[in-house]
């Protein structure tokens, strides 16, 4: 349910009012959809899923998530302009409520032509979104470039604002993967250029100024064939999943996740459904979490030593990719307390002990 592009980036600063190490949720993004107008070869959305989350629902947890003190909202999918009536009717709650909008993420490339653009985003910002249009542009996302500058054109004219849009992009490092970007770029007359002050990427053109989020790309799902070791050898650095997590994301099924990282798709990091649980509820369960309370107050490391510490060859190496290491331990069922399964779209068919030493075998292939 990230829309395979994370909306929440690792590094990315979120206001905080006390860093406490626990799970202490400060950021809220509705998927109403899983539907796309692609089909990405990294994508960790079940996009052929019709489930659709309905809008008094989720206006519901919206207010039980203001009341708790939550004061950020953002969107993601599937591609959310797909079930426009969604965004307005939770933006015009969520403007009345004062929330902070964050990223809307898109495609950037589901309208028939420039007019449909303009009606859907016109109809977005009148019920008051004021956060950025988020656009997925990456190899991945195999972008017809000409609609994406129409897009972007389209945004512009309709929010007035030369700071609408910011990019993304998955790749293994921050420097590469940004073909894509630089061909937009041209199309807009743009450059993009690094900016030391912001330590990130920036399409700049006449009237735009778009900064590039870089995600990690995690191989998993549909990507875990892609080439390439993600075991390479160094050990990611710790950060409590602070930048993609202390999120409550729901799911068009209604299932909350803490985060939004490329592993957030694994019923192993299920905490909580909005048909059936308060955000009261939720928080407590996440906290409770054999693996979320573990990741969030102790680290992801402390998944990884508890692991090691069992077995020191139960991994394959060291990985640098948070996101990765977590689907790994996760759908193997090596972390204590989480049984594996998921990752069904995968090509692991090996074997192996879990965390109470029972052999499972996981992740074969449908086909
Ligand atoms: S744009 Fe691509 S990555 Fe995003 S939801 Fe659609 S198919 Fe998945
Ligand atoms: S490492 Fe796991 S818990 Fe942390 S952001 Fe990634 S998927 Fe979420």
Redesign the pocket.
Known sequence: MN???PPLTRGEARSVKKRTRTFRPNYLSFAGTYQ?????P????P?EWTDRLDVPSAVRFLEQAHAAGIETLGFT???PFLYPEFLNTLTKRAATLGFKFDKL?T?GVWHRDAAHATVVLSALRDAGFSGKIGL?VDK??GMDIAKLAEFCHVTRAVFARDTILSLSYASREPDKGLEPIRRLADALGGVVEWSKLLGRYLLVSDDLTMTACWNHLATVERAEGLPGNPWDGVWFVEDYCEGPGQALIVNPKGEVKPCCGFASDLDQLTIGNIHTDSVEDIIGFARNHPIVGTIFRDGLTALRDEILGRDPSALPGATSNHCFFCWYVLTRGLAAGANGGGGKAGAWTTTQPNYTGELIQLGLRGD
């Open positions: 829309e395979s592009i796309c107008n692609l089909a990405c990294h994508c960790c959305v996009i999918g599937g591609e993420m495609n997925s991945f996302h």
